[in-house]
């Protein structure tokens, strides 16, 4: 199977149900065309780096998901194509290390050994709260960043 990540950005402007309801028709449209969705990221409000139709935020969504083959992104893209509501989209094709990385994400790895990191180099008695299959990466990590 194949791993995709779809991202959009929906119009503020629309009311909390309208958002949900785009959003719920987009997963429903992927299961439909015969994906599997892993995961659904709803990221919120976000300023935009340039107006986009007049609009300087934007509501984004990440729907990661699987697939046989990529049968199932054109008529999905189309259908956001024709959709006046979504401001941007984007349709990604994860390879194993992406899906690794939001697999690490979703169990919160990424920010917690970044964060783990900064108060070890402060105070490195914080290694005994890292998880002890971490601590040689991060001792490593640590000795190359005082380099």
Do not use: C, W
Request: hydrophobic content about 40%; overall charge negative.
């Amino acid at each position: 199977m194949r791993h995709y990540e779809l991202t959009f950005i929906i119009d503020p402007v629309l009311s909390n149900e309208e958002i949900q309801t785009i959003r719920q028709t987009y997963e429903d449209q992927i299961k439909k065309l015969g994906g599997t969705i892993v995961h659904v990221d709803d990221m919120g409000l976000r300023q935009l780096a340039y107006p986009i139709n007049k609009r300087n935020s934007g509501i984004y969504y990440s729907i990661e998901f699987k697939a046989e083959n990529g049968e199932l992104i054109a008529p999905l893209e189309l259908a956001l194509r024709r959709d006046e509501r979504i401001m941007r989209f984007l349709t990604v094709a994860l390879d194993k290390f992406g899906v690794k990385y939001n697999e690490d994400k979703r169990n919160g790895l990424i920010k917690k050994v970044q964060r783990l990191k900064k108060k070890a180099v402060k105070a490195p008695e914080v290694l005994a709260e890292v998880p002890e299959e971490i601590i040689p990466e991060v001792i490593e990590e640590i000795a190359e960043e005082e380099e």
